[in-house]
């Protein structure tokens, strides 16, 4: 309401500063048609113009001035000016020309020729205002129908004389609560149409309100950031960060679930429930998610052209409710990273994927490779630019990050822009390399821990007690092999047994006796320092009475071996039958199994150690 | 065999095995370590990486808060975000390890540039230290019973669902680290006790530290080992590595226990402490005999145990009584409330509310021990034996380790966790125990060399009824049949066996073969079954975030998700600094998700407060509007799962709010609101209850959905239909209705002679009238 009536104010000032001061100051250009067409079928206004320039006068004139109330000028988010014939856009600045009320903002077009006498021109303009559409009345029930409030002026504000000129209001197709009455009016279905009215002198200015109903999405992002990180691996992953809110008629009173349910029409209409999102072909890893999670309600469709997301957020909103998302996507890299001239550039959109959103603070971030260099920026429009570092997986030397900043923005700027940067392959080695090699010094530092000796005294007891212990371990091992060495005598033993009684040769037997023989009395020498050893050595203490005991077990074991050896081939000699030489070892057998097993046993349980 | 032929490289043969097992180990336990981490992530596939439920969402905020503003600050928070007006010390009464373990985490990974977010790092903080604690388990079963029951022990605890359903990813609880902790100071005790080492007993404090620092559940170490070290001593098994092993640990470890600041002088002030001390007394009395006893004469020494058993007793006595008399001087003996119901289980149902209502301190059903830790119910007997077999000063620790979590898991579902790893450790022993004897048998009677197709044709060639004839001759039997076919010919050659035969005798503990075999293929298929239910459990039972719910319906799965609804709608859409009232149970989910102060939270240390709220709760609405009101609330929000069906919600947890909010404010009367012993919301319901604030906010305007108001948790129509909020309007409604958030009216104004009537009554009755309790706010 208070915004509304500044505005009303400013109106009128902006009447009387015209009144006061008929300038005849900018040259003498005449504007032979002029046709106006506004939309506000959406949030915003997007007024398209085509204004016939024709030069009467005897200079040459190679600028034009637009002009465009305060009010309106301090909204404009987007403004364009191209000629048909030929087709091209031109440049437009700011300008301040001395003369002109404060009231009214100027912009200077460039004209692509310079217009000599009676040559003509046609611009066509586009210019897209946000903020125009005020919500009246600003608060309204959840019943309640949602009603805006458009103010323009029925006549072209212009600093030339207009000879013929049109406006048309494109309004969405609902009710229609008001709108002023001036002469040739007219209200054809949805569309409102002003004029056509004849020459008109510069500064002509009659204000008109249109008052109508509008279900369109007031979503405005209060703060947008977009991240684009190009990886050379083939992905470019964008991540957006959205604060919504919803700038239509704020909510009074209750938010009734119920009614909101059974009756949305009525009793929600002011409320959106979707955003769409058009995001580019063979986007995918799509998320949306906010700070406490993943937002489950989206669905996706996607063909060869494009990929629509329509995500829903948490909860509807309603006038004057905020939310926050993340959405993020991968593009596959070939589709947006060029090279040119010895240079790659990133060829990407400047604006949110969002339909009808307007952001209110833009920021995109590109972040390129680490090792990128000679960095600049081609955009279609003037940013606000800075340059950051950001650090993220395992990077050294960071990435350099080009910043780009604006206000205001409208779907009219998704146009694309070019970060071009110069980068050498070798750099995306560098990671990986540095994985490799970081574990690979882990594993040779854990070799040379477990083989080196890294005890600080060698003279302390414990590091003595290793050492003889080690000594210990070593003489075992030795002792077990001298035994499993006699064990293995002992079985050529049996070998030899089991030949006789197959061959009956008791020769051979004989003489494998006598090498056994040998061999075992060789190798019980042998036993005999170690033996000592182990008994002398304090760490051994408990081991030896073990060590003791197997080799006692040994020699009995060979006692009785070589008992049943005799016996047999006694038997064999004596060629006693078979049965009677079993008979007769029987126990002799028996005591060599148990013994052998004990052995056994025993020789593990060193092994244990 | 190999030795047969070449003697000389046996050494390196056995060299070689030991090495290729420790190498196999290694690879076993790595994957074991991937198998814990890997079956806690069903909660990411199926649901997304999220923290659950309650409490972790707490953790979550405060581990947020320490990465963002550092240790010092973390120790010095003070949080006015929760528990309004009061507010609460957060460096002094959290447990800090879980936290820090986190922070450090995160921190060392940004610091090597890996840009993961706190959240990651908590949601998968529980599985990484589930795979330590299996690796720990490892340990420590090794050192009890060798590698082979660790590995077992450590598969089983991989697994077990009891402690799944605390670790899940996103299960970021003090649960998760302690378990590891645990396990890991019992490691390090044992390991002292097997070496004698004191550099293991220093590890063994700072191990205790770390729990110290992590759960609660310490005081379940400090008297455990006593006990077992009183046991060792009782049963003649005192030695100095027992000492070492125990000294060390409560000097060191009480120390560094009171630097917790939740802990501080409580680590010598309550009795849960005081059984260390103690035996701390015992053990150097038994050290002092040992010492006396070994250098004096045995007749000196009889004269001396006389002289110092009288004084001794003494000095016991007089002890005795002053501790006596400093527990007597506390109100509860010394003892915290859940302490105290460990000890009597029906204590918290007496006289606590507050500990009763929550669902996880009650004791648990029988059913849930099938659920939490399946199978190994019925080994762990067969593991108790084992150990047994021998009994060593480790064995006897886990038997005793299990006899004492099996009652604390009695007394409360939430302990069932201690209970698991000891479970394990002894289904571990048992496992690898069984699979020694039946693998043994098979091995011995297959012998060495022969092919085994062979072997099992021969087995199944020999006569029945030698199975009964003695394990021993079962085994020569077999051999007999066995060398005989090798031998082909020579079938009554003696000289052919004694080769065969010396093996043959190798364990007198012989399976037949069959029996053997079959035994095996149970035992895998009883560990079958256990993997089969561990994953199940996992993917279907406690993979639940309980924050989003889906329901299976036939036109797909149906999420709702209408807690973080409403929690992103009071977060962007109220005013930062206002304040929300709950029921306790959401007051860490609204500070942690909404970023709105709440008056009560899940800790709950002011039982006053909670009886407020509670009060507030199960009062008319004006009542409730005024003290509210005097609490700065601006927002009420209740859990409502009458429209779909959603069982724990405020209707059904309302008994506790009457009862919680009596106990402080005797106008609550819980009778007021019961119909035959039931809280009834139907038309029996008395008007107490259909007039309670909780009643009109849970019902606003339900009956307009259906036309009848039918409750679907309770399965009834409501009794009171139609009704107008006065104090209270409507703000905001989730999805599904399951929350439902109120704003108090501002108030009236004042009409000139009332106002003056209200001023002398609100002077007359302020803060402090304790005595009138009859509206304990306003």
Redesign the interface.
């Known amino acids: 309401m208070k915004q509304s009536s500044v505005v009303v104010v400013d109106l009128l000032l902006l009447l009387l500063t015209i009144a006061v001061i008929a300038t005849p100051a900018f040259s003498d250009l005449v504007l032979s048609k002029v046709e106006r067409r506004i939309d506000v079928t959406s949030q915003f206004a997007r007024v398209t113009k085509s204004l016939k320039v024709v030069n009467p006068g005897s200079e040459s004139i190679s600028e034009f001035m637009l002009t465009f109330p305060k009010f309106l000028g301090n909204n404009l988010a987007y403004l364009s000016v191209k000629t048909k014939r030929p087709l091209a856009n031109l440049s437009v600045k700011k300008a301040d020309p001395k003369g002109i009320p404060d009231s009214i903002s100027v912009y200077s077009v460039a004209l692509p020729k310079t217009l000599s006498k009676g040559d003509s021109l046609t611009l066509e303009v586009v210019a897209t205002f946000t903020n125009v559409l005020q919500p009246f009345p600003e608060k309204i029930t959840q019943g309640e129908i949602h009603l805006v409030m458009l103010q323009e002026s029925a006549q072209y504000l212009s600093p030339y004389t207009v000879e013929s000129q049109s406006l048309s209001i494109k309004l969405p197709n609902a009710r229609i609560e008001s709108y002023s009455k001036l002469e040739n009016t007219k209200l054809q279905g949805s569309e409102l149409k002003y004029g056509p009215y004849k020459n008109l002198p510069p500064f002509s200015y009659s204000p008109i309100v249109v008052h109508f109903e509008s279900k369109a999405a007031f979503a405005v992002a209060e703060k947008l950031v977009r991240e684009i990180e190009v990886s050379h691996w083939g992905n470019v992953q964008v991540t957006e960060h959205y604060n919504v809110v919803h700038r239509g008629a704020q909510l009074k009173?209750?938010?009734?679930?119920?009614d909101f349910q059974?009756r949305p029409n009525p009793r929600g209409a002011s409320a959106f429930r979707h955003l769409l999102a058009r995001l580019p072909p063979r986007a995918h890893s799509i998320y949306y998610r906010?700070d406490?999670?993943?937002?489950?309600?989206s669905e996706m469709q996607s063909d060869s052209k494009k990929t629509e997301l329509l995500i829903e957020p948490?909860?509807p909103l309603f006038g004057?409710?905020?939310?926050?998302f993340t959405i993020g996507y991968g593009l596959p890299l070939s589709d947006f990273l060029f090279a040119s001239e010895g240079k790659r550039f990133v060829n990407i959109s400047f604006g949110s994927p969002m339909i009808d959103l307007v952001t209110e603070k833009l920021i995109v971030q590109v972040v390129l490779p680490e090792g990128s260099k000679d960095i600049s920026v081609t955009t279609p429009f003037a940013v606000k630019q800075s340059r950051e570092i950001k650090?993220?997986?395992?990077?050294?030397a960071g990435r350099p990050v080009v910043v780009l900043e604006k206000d205001n923005v409208v779907p009219d700027h998704n146009q694309h822009i070019q970060v071009y940067y110069k980068f050498s392959n070798i750099n995306l080695l560098s990671e990986p390399l540095m994985l490799i090699s970081g574990f690979f010094v882990l594993f040779i530092t854990c070799i040379i821990y477990t083989r080196a000796d890294f005890s600080i005294s060698k003279s302390s007891p414990t590091y003595l007690a290793k050492l003889q212990w080690d000594e210990v371990l070593a003489t075992l091992?030795e002792v077990?092999?001298i035994i499993?060495?006699c064990?293995?005598a002992h079985?050529k033993l049996?070998?030899s047994?089991?030949d006789?009684?197959?061959t009956g040769d008791f020769q051979t037997c004989k003489a494998a006796r006598k090498s056994t023989d040998s061999l075992l009395k060789d190798l019980s020498k042998e036993l005999k320092p170690l033996l000592g050893f182990l008994q002398s050595s304090p760490s051994a203490s408990h081991i030896s009475p073990k060590v003791e005991e197997l080799v006692v077990k040994e020699k009995e074991l060979q006692e009785k071996l070589m008992a049943k050896h005799t016996t047999?081939v006694e038997g064999y000699e004596k060629k006693s039958s078979?049965r009677d030489?079993?008979n007769r070892?029987a126990s002799q057998?028996q005591k060599?199994?148990?013994l052998?097993?004990e052995i056994?046993d025993l020789l593990e349980f060193i092994?244990e150690i | 065999m190999a030795?047969?032929e070449s003697?000389?490289p046996?050494?390196t043969t056995?060299a070689m095995r030991h090495a290729f097992g420790n190498v196999l180990s290694v690879l076993i336990l790595v994957l074991i370590g991937v198998l814990a981490f890997s079956i806690r992530l069903f909660s990411v596939i199926k649901y997304?990486s999220?923290i659950h439920e309650f409490d972790p969402y707490f953790n979550y905020r405060v581990t947020q808060f320490l990465s963002k503003n550092g240790i010092y600050e973390f120790w010095n928070w003070f949080d006015d975000r929760t528990w309004y007006p009061l507010g609460r010390v957060i460096g002094g009464t959290v447990y800090p390890g879980l936290t820090l373990t986190a922070g450090t985490i995160w921190w060392v990974l940004n610091s090597?540039?890996?840009?993961l977010s706190v959240e990651t790092v908590c949601v998968f903080t529980a599985p990484v230290f589930s795979a330590f604690a299996s690796w720990a388990t490892y340990l420590l079963t090794k050192e009890v019973k060798g590698s082979g029951a660790g590995l077992a022990a450590a598969v089983l605890l991989a697994m077990v669902p009891s402690y799944i359903s605390r670790s899940v990813a996103g299960s970021y609880d003090n649960e998760a680290v302690a378990i590891f902790a645990l396990i890991f100071t019992f490691y390090l005790y044992i390991k002292t006790l097997n070496t004698g080492s004191l550099f293991y007993a220093t590890l063994n404090a700072l191990a205790y530290f770390y729990m110290v620092c992590s759960w609660g559940g310490y005081t379940f170490i400090i008297n455990l080992i006593p006990m077992h070290v009183l046991l060792c001593i009782v049963t003649g098994r005192y030695s100095p590595r027992l000492y070492i092993a125990y000294a060390p640990l409560v000097v060191l470890g009480t120390l560094l226990a009171a630097l917790v600041p939740v802990v501080g002088f409580n680590a010598v002030l309550t009795s849960e402490h005081f059984a260390s001390f103690l035996v701390f007394i015992i053990i150097h009395v038994v050290a002092l005999v040992y010492y006396i006893k070994g250098i004096l004469t045995p007749k000196m020494f009889k004269v001396a145990v006389t002289l110092v058993v009288s004084i001794g007793m003494v000095v016991c006595f007089i002890v005795v009584a002053i501790l006596v008399a400093l527990v007597a001087s506390s109100p509860t003996g010394g003892w915290s409330g859940r302490s105290l119901s460990l000890l009597d289980p029906t204590y918290a149902s007496k006289y606590i509310p507050i500990i009763a209502s929550v669902s996880e301190h009650q004791p648990p059903t029988w059913p849930s021990y099938f659920m939490d830790i399946n199978v190994l119910a019925f080994l762990v007997p067969a593991g108790i034996i084992a150990c047994f077999s021998p009994l060593s000063d480790s064995s006897s620790f886990v038997v005793l380790y299990i006899v004492m979590s099996v009652y604390f898991s009695g007394v409360m579902v939430r302990l069932m966790l201690v209970l698991a790893p000891a479970a394990c450790i002894m289904s571990g022993i048992a496992l690898s125990q069984a699979f020694d004897v039946f693998t043994g048998s098979i091995k011995y009677q297959l012998g060495g060399s022969s092919n085994s197709t062979d072997n099992a044709e021969d087995t199944n060639n020999a006569p029945k009824d030698d199975a009964s004839a003695g394990k021993t001759d079962k085994g020569e039997e077999i051999v007999k049949e066995r060398s005989s076919k090798k031998g082909k010919k020579?079938e009554?050659?003696?000289?052919?066996?004694?080769?065969v035969?010396?093996?043959?005798?190798?364990k007198a503990l012989v399976l037949p073969l069959e029996t053997s075999i079959v035994a095996l293929l149970l035992l895998i298929m009883l560990g079958a079954f256990y993997v089969i239910h561990c994953v199940w459990a996992a993917a279907e039972a406690y993979s639940a975030p309980s924050?989003?719910l889906t329901s299976q319906s036939r036109d797909g799965l149906h999420?709702f998700?209408d807690f973080?609804?409403?929690?992103?709608?009071l977060s962007?859409?109220t005013d930062v600094d206002d304040k929300v009232a709950s029921w306790w149970d959401y007051g860490y989910q609204t500070t942690a998700?909404a970023n709105r102060t709440v008056i009560v939270d899940n800790n709950t240390w002011n039982n006053t407060h909670i009886a407020t709220v509670g009060t507030a709760m199960s009062s008319p609405e004006k009542a409730a509007w005024e003290i509210f009101n005097s609490l700065d609330v601006k927002y009420v929000l209740v859990v409502f799962g009458g429209l779909i069906g959603y069982p724990s919600d405020d209707i059904n947890k309302f008994l506790w709010m009457v009862r919680i909010g009596g106990g402080v404010f005797p106008h609550i009367k819980e009778a007021d609101y019961l119909r035959d012993g039931q809280y009834r919301i139907d038309s029996e319901a008395t008007p107490t209850m259909l007039n309670c604030l909780m009643y009109k906010l849970s019902y606003y305007?339900f009956v307009?959905?259906d036309g009848k108001g039918y409750d679907r948790v309770r399965r009834t129509e409501i009794g009171k239909k139609h009704f107008k909020l006065t104090h209270f309007?409507?703000?905001?409604?989730?999805?599904h209705?399951m929350v439902r958030i109120y704003k108090l009216k501002p108030a009236r104004n004042r009409i000139r002679g009332r106002a003056k009537k209200l001023k002398s009554k609100t002077t007359s009755s302020g803060w402090s009238s304790k005595s009138e309790k009859k509206n304990p706010w306003v």
Do not use: C
């Open positions: 009173g209750e938010f009734s679930r119920l059974a906010d406490i999670g993943n937002i489950s309600t948490r909860f004057g409710w905020k939310t926050f650090y993220s997986h395992l990077d050294i091992q077990q092999s499993q060495k064990l293995a079985d049996e070998a047994l089991r006789l009684s197959r047999v078979g030489i079993e070892i057998q060599i199994i148990a052998r097993q056994e092994d | 030795a047969l003697p000389q046996a050494a056995t997304e999220v090597l540039n890996i840009p020579k009554r050659e003696p000289a052919d066996k004694p080769s035969k010396s093996k043959a005798k190798k924050i989003v999420v998700d973080r609804e409403s929690y992103a709608w962007h859409n998700m305007r307009e959905t309007e409507e703000v905001f409604t989730s999805h209705w």
